[in-house]
């Protein structure tokens, strides 16, 4: 419950998560994408922000084995080969 004697914050922008896989020039991530609502992964791709923002990241290496977790990080599009849903629910 918000404290009533906290204003509601103005800067605060309704977002859907979608889970995703995305391949990077060094390394595959697993984790979520957060999307302004009615976007698709491919519209925040092309959306002029450079970074993509990822929660729950996991991060594998070369082998196939995670190596590191994030629960944010700020991805640069420039660096993103390609990026994909996880069709698990």
Do not use: C, S
Request: charged letters at 20%; zero cysteines.
């Amino acid at each position: 419950m918000a404290n009533r004697f906290e204003p509601p914050r103005a800067d605060a922008v309704q977002k859907n998560r979608q889970r995703v896989y995305i391949q990077t020039e060094t390394g595959l991530l697993h984790g979520y994408v957060h999307m302004h609502p009615g976007k698709r992964v491919v519209d925040e791709m092309n959306h002029g922000a450079p970074f993509l923002a990822v929660t729950h990241a996991t991060i594998y290496g070369a082998d196939g084995q995670a190596i590191d977790q994030a629960p944010f990080l700020a991805l640069n599009k420039a660096r993103v080969v390609w990026i994909r849903p996880d069709e698990e629910p």
